[in-house]
């Protein structure tokens, strides 16, 4: 009688015992899954930041080459206009329609000094957008980075070929 219970209790403790380690199995690949998402996700955050920063500073360069292409013609123009203003003035004397002239030159120039603070307006925006991106950016990196040092997402990375990424 004693060797039935004996062997009904040992039975039931492998039940048990196989029932702890199927759990913890379970929750051991739940928390491989659940790291798994964190990298793929972070890993698509950081691709997403990475080519909004690009795009960015792709319009940046754009603007800049504008501006410079602007200041080349308005510089030429600018001594043009001190030439006409020099010539205009020699012969102010002479007629009273230099006058009028002189007025239009000048509000040439005014137009002229405001696509320049357009422009450079526009460039700082366009630098306020690539520091927000960036923030966004390298707080992704941070975010993957930091994951990455962690037990079991360093060796989830390994096989996916993910890796600590560099800061903006």
Same mark, same amino acid.
């Not at 920063?53 to 043009?80: F, G, P, Y």
């Not at 329609?97 to 925006?125: F, G, H, P, Q, T």
């Given at each position: 009688?004693? $060797? $039935?219970?004996?062997?009904?209790?040992?039975?039931?403790?492998?039940?048990?015992?196989? /029932?702890?380690?199927?759990?913890?199995?379970?929750?051991?690949?739940?928390?491989?899954?659940?790291?798994?998402?964190?990298?793929?996700?972070?890993?698509?955050?950081?691709?997403?930041?990475?080519?909004? @920063?690009?795009?960015?500073?792709?319009?940046?360069?754009?603007?800049?080459?504008?501006?410079?292409?602007?200041?080349?013609?308005?510089?030429?123009?600018?001594?043009?206009?001190?030439?006409?203003?020099?010539?205009?003035?020699?012969?102010?004397?002479?007629?009273? =329609?230099?006058?009028?002239? =002189?007025?239009?030159?000048? @509000?040439?120039?005014?137009?002229? $000094?405001?696509?320049?603070?357009?422009?450079?307006?526009?460039?700082?925006?366009?630098?306020?957008? /690539? $520091?927000?991106?960036?923030?966004?950016?390298?707080?992704?990196?941070?975010?993957?980075?930091?994951? @990455?040092?962690?037990?079991?997402?360093? @060796?989830?990375?390994?096989?996916?070929? /993910?890796?600590?990424?560099?800061?903006?």
């Amino acid at each position: 009688m004693s $060797d $039935d219970k004996s062997d009904s209790f040992n039975t039931f403790a492998n039940i048990i015992v196989k /029932i702890i380690i199927t759990l913890t199995l379970i929750a051991v690949l739940w928390l491989l899954i659940i790291n798994y998402l964190k990298i793929l996700d972070y890993n698509d955050s950081i691709h997403s930041n990475y080519l909004q @920063l690009k795009q960015s500073l792709q319009i940046k360069v754009k603007l800049v080459k504008n501006l410079a292409k602007e200041a080349r013609i308005t510089k030429k123009k600018s001594l043009q206009l001190q030439n006409e203003n020099i010539n205009a003035l020699s012969e102010l004397n002479k007629n009273t =329609e230099l006058y009028r002239e =002189e007025l239009i030159d000048i @509000l040439k120039k005014r137009s002229l $000094d405001k696509k320049y603070k357009k422009a450079l307006l526009e460039i700082e925006r366009q630098n306020n957008r /690539i $520091d927000i991106e960036s923030m966004h950016y390298n707080l992704s990196v941070k975010k993957l980075n930091t994951l @990455l040092e962690t037990f079991p997402a360093n @060796l989830i990375a390994i096989p996916l070929h /993910i890796s600590k990424q560099k800061y903006f």
